[in-house]
C-alpha cells in the first residue's frame, strides 16, 4: 500500500504563494504519475496538474502560468508550487499517484484558504 501525506496548505491573501508537498511512500515512486486535485465546497474535485515520471507537466487552464508541478524522484515528494492566489484557488488540495494506469492511491488532503 502507498501513503501519500501533502503538507503547505494554510491561509493565505490573495497574490500570495504557497508551496504544496506531497510525500510518498511507495518503492516505485519515478514510475507514478503524479496529479494534484483540488476540491472547493460545493464542487466536484477537479485535476489542477499533473507530471509523469520523465517530468513532463499537464496544467489545468485556470492555473496556468501560476502554478507548477514538479517532483524529486530521490525524495519520493512532488511539489505544486502556486503563484499569484486567487479567492477562487481556495479548496482542499489532494495529491493522487497513478501506477501502471490503473493503480492510484490519494492522499488525505490540505485545506488552501485565500481570504483577504
Known amino acids: 500500500q502507498v501513503q501519500l501525506v501533502e503538507s503547505g496548505g494554510g491561509l493565505v491573501q490573495p497574490g500570495g504563494s504557497l508551496r504544496l508537498s506531497c510525500a510518498t511512500s511507495?518503492?516505485?515512486?519515478?514510475?507514478?504519475?503524479m496529479d494534484w486535485y483540488r476540491q472547493a465546497p460545493g464542487k466536484e474535485r477537479e485535476l489542477v496538474a499533473s507530471?509523469?515520471?520523465?517530468?513532463?507537466?499537464n496544467y489545468a487552464d485556470s492555473v496556468k502560468g501560476r502554478f507548477t508541478i514538479s517532483r524529486d524522484n530521490a525524495k519520493k515528494t512532488v511539489y505544486l508550487q502556486m503563484n499569484s492566489l486567487k479567492l477562487e484557488d481556495t479548496a482542499v488540495y489532494y495529491c493522487?499517484?497513478?501506477?501502471?494506469?490503473?493503480?492510484?492511491?490519494w492522499g488525505q488532503g490540505t485545506q488552501v484558504t485565500v481570504s483577504s
Open positions: 493522487k499517484a497513478t501506477y501502471s494506469g490503473y493503480y492510484t492511491y
Open positions: 507530471i509523469t515520471g520523465g517530468g513532463s507537466t
Open positions: 511507495g518503492r516505485l515512486f519515478s514510475l507514478y504519475v
